[in-house]
């Protein structure tokens, strides 16, 4: 995933920390802010996922409080679907990770903003640009949910 690929979000979310590998060996000489936010996750070896309006490697977007804690979570159970698929990893999250790598962009809480709406905000735009969640989530966050007739 480049910075590019998140220019879907750059309208509602232009202050994204960065770009790293989830799965790099010196993960832990970095790791990402304590505080609340979103975060982005996407193929890191090129591989392209098709969407209803276009291709994307952006396969999951999510939430934390703590996003420090949430990425290293997500970490070590794709490093664990890397060796095992069973019932523990079988999110698609994970599966997709362990597959195709996990780039990851986070996107930190701007003082009181609320998580859920920082990530509800990020899909609404992955939706408006590729007519699609993204594939590895499973649920519309309920303030952006379309409703049915």
């Known amino acids: 995933m480049k910075d590019f690929h998140l220019r879907f979000c750059l309208s509602t979310q232009d202050w994204y920390t960065r770009l790293f590998?989830?799965?790099?060996?010196?993960?832990?000489?970095?790791?990402p802010t304590s505080s609340g936010g979103a975060y982005v996750l996407g193929t890191s070896d090129g591989?392209?996922?098709?969407?209803?309006?276009?291709?994307?490697?952006?396969?999951y977007i999510g939430k934390a409080n703590d996003l420090s804690q949430r990425l290293?979570?997500?970490?070590?159970h794709i490093l664990g679907a890397v060796e095992d698929h069973d019932e523990r990893y079988w999110w698609p999250r994970y599966q997709y990770g362990a597959a195709?790598?996990?780039?990851?962009?986070y996107y930190s809480r701007n003082g009181p903003q609320n998580v859920q709406n920082i990530e509800a905000g990020l899909i609404r735009s992955f939706y408006e640009a590729f007519g699609s969640i993204p594939t590895a989530n499973s649920h519309w966050p309920k303030e952006i949910r379309p409703s049915q007739n």
């Open 72 to 76: 290293f979570t997500h970490r070590n």
């Open 100 to 105: 195709f790598g996990a780039t990851c962009a």
């Open 21 to 31: 590998d989830l799965l790099a060996d010196d993960y832990d000489d970095d790791p």
């Open 47 to 59: 591989t392209m996922l098709t969407y209803p309006w276009g291709s994307s490697p952006i396969f």
